[in-house]
């Protein structure tokens, strides 16, 4: 684990913004919609199957959220996730790190765009 693009520095939350803001060691930022965080939660319970985890479903962050979610806490799990306690009373999803920085949603859009 000392991949600096997977290794997190700091996390912020803006519930207000509606967004989840991680910013890794190599300098890079990540933005996360609250809504596609939270309807990508990894756990057994929301993916269906275990097949189903650590797939994303990208196009969830880019919609005009129906809905809004607040998270109340979210805490590093060891050194390879984050878990994230939603204000749903949902808090069994942990967010690996570096599943984190694959989809992020800025680089996803770059790479959209080319
Ligand atoms: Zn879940």
Known sequence: MND??????SVEIDNKN???EIEWADGHRSTFPLFGLRKNCPCVNCRGS???M???EMQLFFVDPPQRF???KAEAVGNHALKI??????NSGMYRWD???SIC?????MKEGE
Do not use: A, C, F, M
């Open 4 to 9: 600096p693009s997977t290794r997190p520095v």
């Open 18 to 20: 509606q967004q989840l």
């Open 50 to 52: 275990h097949s189903e």
């Open 54 to 56: 650590g797939k994303y």
């Open 70 to 72: 607040e998270i109340l």
């Open 85 to 90: 306690h939603w204000s749903d009373g949902h």
């Open 99 to 101: 599943l984190l920085r």
């Open 105 to 109: 949603p800025q680089i996803y859009q």
